[in-house]
C-alpha cells in the first residue's frame, strides 16, 4: 500500500529553527508538495520538490532525496503564526496526490 | 475575493436530512477535488472531476453525490448520512488533473451529523 508518515505533533520555540520530516512508500513519485494549514482554515501551498535537494524560498525550505522516500520541510526564524498544521503529500504514478496526516506544530514564546 | 469559495462554513444535519455542499472557484482552473478530513486522518480524496467529466470516485458511499455542472462549480448532495460521516469537506482546484501544478483550497464545510 501507499504510505506518508510524518511525527503528529512538534513544539518549537519562537526564533528558533524546525525540520519538519516527511517519509514516503508509493507507486511512483511524481512530485512532493508541502501545504501549511491553520486551524479552521483552508490548507494553501508552500512549495513543491521534484528533484533531489533544497529549495528555498524565505524562511522556508523543502529537502527532497528521491533515493530514500525522504523529505523535510525547514522553518526558520519561527513566528508565532507559524503555529499550525504542515501536510506532506506525495504524487504517485497515477498522478494522484497521496498525503500525510499532517504535523502539528506548536510554537511557544 | 478568494480563489476557491465554500458555503456553507458550517452545517448541522440530521441523518433524515438532505443538503447540498457548493464550492466555487475563480481561478480559471480545469480540475476540481472533493476531499474528506477528519481529526488526525490524511485528507481522503472522493472525487475528481477534471473539464466537468468526472474521473475519480475512490469507492465513496452512495449517500454523497457530487456534481459538477461546469468548470467553475461544484456541488457535493448529502442525504440519510451517517453520524461518521461528521468531518470538514474541504473542495480543491488545479489548472488540471495529472498536472503538476498546486491544489487550492477552500476553507472546508465543517459538518456535523446529529
Known amino acids: 500500500g501507499q504510505n506518508i508518515d510524518q511525527p503528529t505533533e512538534m513544539t518549537a520555540t519562537e526564533g528558533a529553527i524546525v525540520q519538519i520530516n516527511c517519509t514516503y512508500q508509493t507507486s511512483g513519485f511524481n512530485g512532493l508538495f508541502w501545504y501549511q494549514q491553520h486551524a479552521g482554515e483552508a490548507p494553501t501551498f508552500l512549495s513543491y520538490n521534484v528533484l533531489d535537494g533544497l529549495e528555498e524560498k524565505g524562511r522556508f525550505s523543502s529537502f527532497l532525496s528521491r533515493s530514500k522516500g525522504y523529505s523535510y520541510l525547514l522553518l526558520k526564524e519561527l513566528q508565532m503564526k507559524d503555529s499550525a498544521s504542515y501536510l506532506c503529500?506525495?504524487?504517485?504514478?497515477?498522478?494522484?496526490?497521496?498525503w500525510g496526516a499532517g504535523t502539528k506544530l506548536i510554537i511557544k514564546p | 475575493e478568494t480563489g476557491v469559495t465554500q458555503t456553507p462554513r458550517h452545517l448541522v444535519m440530521g441523518m433524515t436530512n438532505k443538503k447540498s455542499l457548493k464550492c466555487e472557484q475563480h481561478?480559471?482552473?480545469?480540475?476540481m477535488y472533493w476531499y474528506k478530513q477528519s481529526a488526525k486522518k490524511p485528507l481522503e480524496l472522493m472525487f475528481v472531476y477534471n473539464f466537468k467529466e468526472q474521473t475519480e470516485n475512490n469507492s465513496v458511499p452512495s449517500r454523497f453525490s457530487p456534481e459538477c455542472p461546469n468548470s467553475s462549480h461544484l456541488f457535493l448532495h448529502l442525504h440519510t448520512l451517517q453520524p461518521e460521516d461528521s468531518a470538514l469537506y474541504l473542495c480543491?482546484?488545479?489548472?488540471?488533473?495529472?498536472?503538476?501544478?498546486?491544489?487550492?483550497f477552500g476553507q472546508g464545510t465543517r459538518l456535523t451529523v446529529v
Open positions: 480543491a482546484s488545479s489548472q488540471g488533473e495529472g498536472e503538476a501544478t498546486e491544489a487550492f
Open positions: 481561478l480559471g482552473h480545469n480540475a
Open positions: 503529500a506525495v504524487r504517485d504514478s497515477n498522478y494522484q496526490l497521496i
